[in-house]
């Protein structure tokens, strides 16, 4: 089974950027890749994902404001995310399920194999 270890979060003013990183121990090509965030008092939900077939897809709140990438010679996922709003604030989870996405888009977190730790993101108005 692989591991993920997410870093890159932080505090930023609105409008601001942060790159996430997802660093996996193992070949994802193969793999369903999301990111998830988690306000507090509030459910998971999925914001983007990536299938090895390069399939990509977000969620409408954060369409075109973030962008997930993967970088195969390094297992790594990315997630860019600009013009940061205070309702983006949350602990940032990196999540990844073996033979791809069982639906699409991936947002039923209990279909997903492995989870990271994550990492806080936190957007000041």
């Known amino acids: 089974q692989v591991s993920l270890a997410e870093s890159g979060g932080g505090s930023v003013q609105a409008g601001g950027s942060l790159r996430l990183s997802c660093k996996v121990s193992?070949?994802?090509?193969?793999?369903?890749m999301a990111w998830w965030r988690q306000a507090p008092g509030k459910e998971r939900e999925g914001v983007a994902a990536?299938?090895?077939?390069?399939?990509?897809t977000y969620d409408d709140r954060v369409q075109d404001r973030f962008t997930i990438s993967k970088d195969s010679a390094k297992n790594t996922l990315y997630l860019q995310m600009d013009n940061l709003k205070p309702e983006d604030t949350g602990m940032y989870y990196c999540?990844?399920?073996?033979?791809?996405?069982?639906?699409?888009?991936?947002?039923?977190?209990?279909?997903?194999?492995?989870w990271g730790q994550g990492t806080q993101v936190t957007v000041s108005s």
């Open positions: 999540a990844a399920r073996r033979n791809g996405c069982w639906r699409w888009p991936p947002w039923v977190d209990y279909e997903f194999d492995t």
């Open positions: 990536i299938v090895y077939n390069n399939g990509i």
């Open positions: 193992a070949d994802t090509s193969r793999y369903c």
